[in-house]
């Protein structure tokens, strides 16, 4: 398990890092395009930014007091007596 790790991480160093040593290509100028690339567009004039909506009206304040508690419910009604056998 752990030789797969250390192949798998030497795998990906190699592809990172590259070889160390040996030749190096040489990147002085990239290679010629075989056809010319198109001329850019015209950028269109830019339109005026619309402004911001006017900002919501503020929230209303919370309550000095807090809300009173609900009632506690009433008891349940006690079950009926079971028959006698």
Excluded: D, Q
């Excluded at 040996?22 to 990147?27: D, L, Q, R, V």
């Excluded at 006017?54 to 309550?63: G, I, L, S, V």
């Excluded at 000095?64 to 009433?74: F, L, N, Y």
């Amino acid at each position: 398990m752990i030789a797969l790790v250390v192949v798998i991480l030497a795998v990906v160093a190699y592809y990172v890092f590259g070889r160390s040593g040996g030749e190096h290509p040489a990147t002085a100028e990239p290679p010629a395009a075989s056809t010319p690339a198109p001329a850019p567009a015209p950028a269109e004039p830019m339109k005026p930014a619309e402004p911001a909506p006017a900002a919501p009206a503020p929230a209303a304040p919370a309550p000095a007091e807090p809300a009173p508690a609900p009632a506690p419910a009433p008891a349940p009604a006690p079950a009926p007596a079971a028959p006698a056998n």
